[in-house]
Nanobody, 121 residues
């Protein structure tokens, strides 16, 4: 089985920083991209940031300039450095893995259980 283990969530004050980590393990043939999504109360899950195997990155407009996504290919781990956090960043953050299975052409999406990030005023 493919498993995603997330860590780094917590409670911080506005203007503070957190770093989220997500380590992927299991039967992964190749990784296409990893990323972070979040879901706030009463809202749908939205993309926060993604990074491809070629290190191309994509950020939501609301986090550009504040969040940085990075990866460690040797450890199959993706990080999200979150600086200057705002109350509107409060949400459950989910790690996402887009990977190719052996003997299969399409890629598949795997999800972590989520980690709570709460930013107080």
């Amino acid at each position: 089985q493919v498993q995603l283990v997330e860590s780094g969530g917590g409670l911080v004050q506005a203007g503070g920083s957190l770093r989220l980590s997500c380590a992927a393990s299991g039967c992964i043939f190749s990784i296409n991209a990893m990323g972070w999504y979040r879901q706030a109360p009463g809202k749908e899950r939205e993309l926060v940031a993604t990074i491809t195997s070629g290190d191309s990155t994509n950020y939501a407009d609301s986090v550009k300039g504040r969040f940085t996504i990075s990866r460690d290919n040797a450890k199959n781990t993706v990080y999200l450095q979150m600086n200057n956090l705002k109350p509107e960043d409060t949400a459950v953050y989910y790690c996402n893995l887009n990977a190719k299975r052996r003997y299969s052409t399409p890629t598949y999406d795997y999800w972590g259980q989520g980690t709570q990030v709460t930013v107080s005023s």
